[in-house]
């Protein structure tokens, strides 16, 4: 973009409302992350109800991130192409997360298991691309604070999603399975309130910005060859390497380790992967009124310095601090990258952008939890903290040297 582009006017009506648009997108999201984040927990009672090895639980999270990929990598220019029904979409999500998590609660065996957690976390990375094209659009002048309130909303999912879970296993007569049934029946309900409020999302706007499908896979190839633009996929990489680690394995650090139940457990894992919450909506506005450096580049190095902390602490008091202070820049930070990459993205090419900062994330991410298995399996469930905090503190050096401009300065890549 050559300028800042104004918001467009909003037409009549509540659901025109960009306020409400987004506050009906946060709630989706939230409710997509509060699935997600209560996963890893479930997976320390699969492992331990299945007998599954260290390699296996590491083979179940590749083989989630290759699903999640996939979809990303090839979802963008399709969701931009099919902008009217952004909201059929939408819904699409919520009812997938349905049939695959009443999959996951009937699974019998781990082979079944593994091929349907290829498919649990479609609907989520899914729900990403129009979700976040949206905003985006809606929201030209204030991309940073509105994207991150979209992570407000995924944030709150992410406190909830741990401890919901280590709740509802903490009673004698629910197992691992029915906390899946239970998910399902969530999503059918939040279908039913996106189609009310989503369902006319993407309708009335052009729908030849940006191209035919084969000019936006066009577009997609030639953001590679845009140094900034690569400079923040690399950066979300790393840190989104680093932060998959993070996630996958604390749950079983806490239990395994520490030896907490799992609703302390969930607790704990709910401080790291939430506290967004707060920091998310100031962050935003800072990186807008700042610059998106200001805040990135000192927010992953604290962040990496927090992630080293966390073994030290062991299972003192301080942990609790730690991990609070982990979850400040746990998605908050990924957020404003988003944001970033979108200060390049064209007109009508947002899902695009987003899709291949998911999508090649994702891809050249499919090996990393074996890799954070196998270290693991030799330095124990402490090490991920520290390979965390490397691949986060190479993360902020990367940012630190990245030509950013502030967002109305960003020309579009050619």
Request: hydrophobic fraction near 55%; aromatic fraction near 10%.
């Given at each position: 973009m050559q300028a800042a582009t104004p918001a467009a006017p909003e037409a009549p009506g509540l659901k025109n409302?960009?306020?409400?648009?987004?506050?009906?997108?946060?709630?989706?999201?939230?409710?997509?992350?509060?699935?997600?984040?209560?996963?890893p927990l479930l997976i320390t009672e699969i492992a331990r109800t299945m007998g599954l090895s260290t390699f296996m639980v590491g083979t179940l999270f590749s083989v989630r991130q290759a699903g999640s990929s996939a979809i990303s990598l090839g979802g963008g220019p399709l969701t931009d192409a099919l902008k009217s029904y952004w909201g059929l979409i939408l819904t699409a999500c919520m009812l997938g997360h349905s049939v695959t998590y009443a999959a996951m609660g009937g699974s019998p065996n781990f082979v079944v298991v593994a091929l349907t957690v290829l498919f649990v976390s479609m609907p989520g990375s899914l729900w990403h691309l129009p979700s976040t094209a949206a905003i985006s659009q809606r929201?030209?002048?204030?991309?940073?604070?509105?994207?991150?309130?979209?992570?407000?909303?995924?944030?709150?999912?992410?406190?909830?999603?741990?401890?919901?879970?280590?709740?509802?296993?903490?009673?004698?007569?629910?197992?691992?399975?029915?906390?899946?049934?239970?998910y399902a029946g969530m999503a059918i309900?939040?279908?039913?309130?996106?189609?009310?409020?989503?369902?006319?999302?993407?309708?009335?706007?052009?729908t030849t910005e940006g191209g035919d499908l084969a000019t936006r896979f066009t577009y997609a190839v030639s953001l590679l060859k845009h140094r900034v633009v690569m400079g923040l996929i690399l950066a979300a990489l790393l840190r989104g390497i680093g932060l998959n680690a993070l996630f996958n394995w604390t749950p079983f650090y806490l239990r395994e380790t520490l030896g907490m139940s799992t609703l302390e457990a969930g607790f704990h894992y709910s401080?790291?992967?939430?506290?967004?919450?707060?920091?998310?909506?100031?962050l935003g506005w800072l990186s807008d009124k700042f610059g998106r450096k200001a805040v990135m580049a000192p927010g992953f190095a604290v962040a990496a310095l927090l992630s080293?902390?966390?073994?030290?602490?062991?299972?003192?008091?301080?942990?609790i601090p730690?991990?609070?202070?982990?979850?400040?820049?746990?998605?908050?930070?990924?957020?404003?990258?988003?944001?970033?990459?979108?200060?390049?993205?064209?007109?009508?090419?947002?899902?695009?952008?987003?899709?291949?900062?998911?999508?090649?994330?994702?891809?050249?991410?499919?090996?990393?939890?074996?890799?954070?298995?196998?270290?693991v399996h030799y330095a124990g469930f402490g090490v991920v903290y520290y390979y965390?905090?490397?691949?986060?503190?190479?993360?902020?050096?990367?940012?630190?040297?990245?030509?950013?401009?502030?967002?109305?300065?960003?020309?579009?890549?050619?």
């Open positions: 409302n960009r306020a409400f648009v987004l506050g009906s997108l946060s709630v989706g999201h939230g409710l997509s992350h509060m699935f997600d984040q209560g996963l929201f030209p002048d204030r991309r940073g604070f509105a994207i991150s309130m979209s992570g407000f909303g995924s944030n709150l999912g992410n406190v909830t999603g741990p401890v919901v879970a280590g709740a509802l296993l903490t009673a004698a007569f629910i197992t691992w399975r029915h906390v899946f049934f239970i309900f939040m279908a039913m309130l996106v189609w009310w409020s989503l369902r006319g999302l993407g309708r009335g706007g052009s401080l790291m992967t939430g506290m967004g919450i707060i920091s998310a909506p100031v080293m902390a966390v073994v030290s602490v062991g299972g003192t008091w301080l942990l730690v991990m609070a202070g982990l979850g400040l820049f746990s998605f908050a930070l990924h957020q404003i990258i988003q944001a970033s990459v979108l200060d390049y993205a064209g007109q009508g090419r947002e899902a695009t952008s987003i899709g291949l900062l998911f999508g090649i994330n994702g891809v050249i991410g499919i090996g990393s939890p074996l890799l954070a298995s196998a270290l965390a905090g490397i691949l986060t503190l190479i993360t902020a050096v990367i940012i630190a040297f990245l030509p950013l401009r502030r967002p109305e300065q960003v020309p579009a890549p050619a």
